[in-house]
């Protein structure tokens, strides 16, 4: 998990609302920060998730997702966005050499969709273009801990994220200065053990947390998720991806950068 936080004394607007099963949060300084512009984009994002939520929640019996895990929505009538999320998941599983994957193994042997692991970071990378859209304001747009920053001038004043310790939610292990680009952190300390290797389809040991800094929030969520899944292989295999930077807690409490 991680917060962004400024130290500019130019005014900062918040919010936050509770979408995708998740808290998703505002950060807006500058010229539209909190004014009738922003919030009609603020709205825009709401509505945005609102609707991927709506496609890819296994909490929904009526999302696409829990009706094709039902068994009644097939794969060739795949709305535009479940393809989309599906080639991604596919790019993931064989740059992860498959401890990433979308499907996973479900009751008298049939196959189930968990598009978790990308819909997240891909959803808020999405709607935050309502964001970087408005002129003259920086913007950080965060969804369950992982966050998309933009600052309008590229050489401004970052934002700083906070990366939560994940033995000690309460305290920080790093801050992040973040300008146009992305950091995600996967890791069991808020929702329990819920990432896999899907090579093995048990959950990763020896590391307890892993911060992807990337351009976007679609690659660096997959990408801390696909690094967590390799647990004691999760420093080596984030090391050899391209442009990424971040870092490794592992379950002893040491600390590697990527």
């Not at 919010?15 to 825009?44: F, I």
């Not at 009526?62 to 068994?71: C, E």
């Not at 968990?114 to 970087?132: I, M, N, Q």
């Not at 801390?224 to 870092?247: E, F, I, K, N």
């Amino acid at each position: 998990m991680s917060a962004a936080r400024t130290t500019s004394r130019a005014a900062t607007w918040r919010d936050v609302v509770h979408v995708m099963g998740l808290p998703v949060s505002v950060a807006l300084r500058g010229r539209h920060a909190g004014d009738d512009v922003a919030r009609a984009a603020w709205a825009q994002v709401q509505a945005d998730l609102r609707e991927v939520d709506a496609v890819f929640s296994r909490y929904r019996d009526d999302s696409w997702v829990s009706r094709h895990n039902a068994g009644r929505a097939d794969l060739a009538d795949a709305p535009r966005e479940v393809r989309e999320v599906l080639a991604l998941a596919e790019e993931a599983r064989t740059a992860s050499e498959g401890a990433f994957d979308v499907w996973r193994p479900g009751p008298d042997g049939r196959t189930l969709l968990d598009t978790d692991g990308v819909v997240k970071g891909w959803a808020v990378h999405r709607a935050s273009r309502h964001l970087v859209e408005l002129p003259g304001t920086d913007s950080c747009l965060g969804g369950g801990g992982d966050v998309a920053c933009w600052t309008a001038d590229p050489g401004g004043e970052p934002w700083l994220i906070g990366i939560e310790h994940p033995h000690d939610p309460a305290s920080l292990v790093a801050h992040v200065p973040c300008r146009r680009g992305a950091v995600a952190t996967s890791g069991a300390a808020h929702r329990g053990q819920h990432v896999v290797d899907a090579r093995s389809g048990r959950p990763p040991t020896d590391v307890a947390s892993v911060t992807v800094v990337a351009a976007d929030l679609t690659a660096a969520d997959i990408d801390a998720t696909a690094a967590y899944a390799h647990g004691p292989g999760a420093l080596s295999w984030l090391r050899a991806r391209p442009d990424r930077g971040g870092l490794v807690v592992w379950a002893d409490g040491r600390v590697d950068v990527v």
